[in-house]
């Protein structure tokens, strides 16, 4: 796996984790009423997620999370490189994948659309799917 593959998907990761922070706040504040992970545990695959035991249900969430964060940070870092440098590919990509859920992984899994849900949920959605591409298109600093 090449340098920028690796790189963007530990990014990806540390993305994934920043979306758990930002949907901590969002479903506390009730904006959302689960997150997409839990929406895919508990309606998607319920009897898999059953066969959790309960006491690491949350982790294993986490874990799939943030391993979906960072299969989507490597795909990121298969762009070619005039794209991911501009400063827009980041939010953009972040956009794609809330956009992907929505359009392919939501009716895989029988869960709400995005019509279905309130424009809070939405704003909240774009929100930390923005904030995830912000974090995967973060460049370095070169001297």
């Known amino acids: 796996m090449n340098r ?3 790189h963007s998907a530990a ?3 540390v993305a994934a984790m920043a979306m758990s922070g930002m949907r901590r706040v969002t479903t506390g504040l009730g904006l ?3 997150t ?3 929406e ?3 309606e998607g695959v319920p009897r898999l997620f059953m066969r959790i035991p309960p006491r690491f249900r949350g982790e294993a969430l986490e874990l799939a999370h943030w391993s979906y964060g960072a299969a989507a940070g ?3 870092g298969l762009l070619p490189d005039p794209v991911r440098r501009n400063v827009w590919s980041g939010p953009l990509y972040g956009l794609a994948t809330w956009a992907l859920f929505e359009g392919l992984v939501a009716p895989a899994f029988g869960l709400r659309s995005s ?3 309130t424009a809070g949920e939405r704003i909240a959605l774009i929100a930390d799917h923005t904030l995830y591409g912000l974090v995967v298109g973060a460049r370095p600093k070169t001297g």
């Open 11 to 13: 990014r990806g990761v």
């Open 115 to 117: 019509a279905e849900r």
């Open 4 to 6: 920028e593959i690796r």
């Open 40 to 42: 895919i545990a508990w």
């Open 74 to 76: 490597a795909a990121f």
């Open 36 to 38: 997409p992970p839990e």
């Open 32 to 34: 959302l009423p689960a």
